[in-house]
């Protein structure tokens, strides 16, 4: 089955910098790339998306890339807040049956 | 978008004891799924719930544990049987929504489950 691997577990930004948590995963076979954030006592968000027929994604402060050949994918948030603090999620599923397999989530914390 | 709603969204329950746990999503949907959360880990699939037939568990899940129902293409039903203080987590319910030329994960809110 699918692994998803993710880096770091926590991360520590200073209001304003940037962040990057990076995933990788092992089944060749995956073609879709969703990342949530989950906030304290909620359920996961999608905060965006990537299918493996483009590269690269950006929505506002937030973008993924994704290198099918090396089998990772990553998220940028730019210009970090406060209210980006959260624990984010990267998974992975083929869309033939879009079972998700998720990393291990990263804590993120922004300083302000 | 879809719009998942859970109930309960949280309980307190004896070993021994079993909870149903309901999902209702507003827009019909083909595919829903029931994940575990573990406290402070990530997200496990447990079982795809089929509308119209039984649901397909996951390597470690089985029927007898979480039986589930779908009766139709907007709610599905987990129960956790026999609850043991191990089974206290977070239940999550997703569909696959197609909208907009693409299909799409969405998370209900979670049911927060504590087995004393």
């Known amino acids: 089955g699918e692994n998803v691997e993710q880096h770091p577990s926590t991360l520590s930004v200073q209001e304003g910098d940037s962040a990057v948590i990076k995933c990788t995963y092992s089944?060749?076979?995956?073609?879709?790339f969703p990342w949530y954030k989950q906030e304290l006592g909620k359920g996961p968000q999608l905060i965006i998306d990537i299918r493996s027929n483009v590269g690269e994604k950006k929505d506002q402060r937030i973008a993924v890339t994704l290198n099918k050949t090396a089998k990772h994918f990553s998220l940028h948030i730019t210009e970090t807040q406060p209210e980006d603090s959260a624990v984010y999620f990267c998974?992975?599923?083929?869309?033939?049956?879009?079972?998700?397999?998720f990393g291990a989530g990263t804590t993120v914390t922004v300083r302000a | 978008s879809a719009v998942i709603s859970q109930k309960p969204s949280r309980d307190i329950c004896q070993r021994g004891t079993s909870l149903t746990i309901q999902c209702q999503v507003d827009?019909?949907?083909?595919?829903m799924f029931w994940y575990r959360q573990q406290p402070g880990q990530s997200l496990t699939l447990i079982a795809t719930a089929n509308q119209g037939s039984e649901a397909t568990y996951e390597s470690g899940f089985v029927i007898d544990k979480f039986p589930i129902s779908r009766p139709n293409l907007t709610f599905s039903t987990l129960t956790v049987s026999n609850m043991s203080p191990e089974d206290s987590s977070i239940y999550l319910c997703?569909?696959?929504?197609w909208g907009g030329g693409t299909d799409t994960q969405y998370f209900g809110p979670g049911t927060r489950l504590t087995v004393l």
């Open positions: 827009s019909q949907v083909t595919m």
């Open positions: 089944d060749s076979a995956s073609n879709y």
């Open positions: 998974a992975a599923s083929d869309t033939n049956d879009y079972k998700l397999s």
């Open positions: 997703s569909v696959d929504f």
